[in-house]
């Protein structure tokens, strides 16, 4: 019988570039609680106290709202991207490109 661990996503994040990349591909999903779970993995990953510190929430707020079943609120959001050094950017999916401009025509 083979033994299965639970996969930790922290484990293979060792730069700057791999927890961006990982937290823009949870984005792309569009799934709070997926986007959640990825942010709270992220914290761990920096250091809970740290980011309760830098983004002015408490370590029990972070864990509670950063679980993939959490649903923090844009505020919570950008305090925690701004405690790990990321910004939020809008893009326009790829399906959508271009349809700014046709609607214009």
Known sequence: MVNKLPFDPALHLRTDEDILNFLTQAFATHDAG???YALGVVMRLR???RVARESGLSREQLYRTLS???NP??????????????DLAATAPRDMEGV???AGD
């Open 34 to 36: 997926l986007i959640a």
């Open 47 to 49: 250091g809970p106290s």
């Open 68 to 70: 993939g079943k959490g």
């Open 73 to 86: 609120t844009l505020k919570t959001i950008l305090a925690v991207l701004r405690s790990l050094g990321v």
């Open 100 to 102: 700014a401009e046709a």
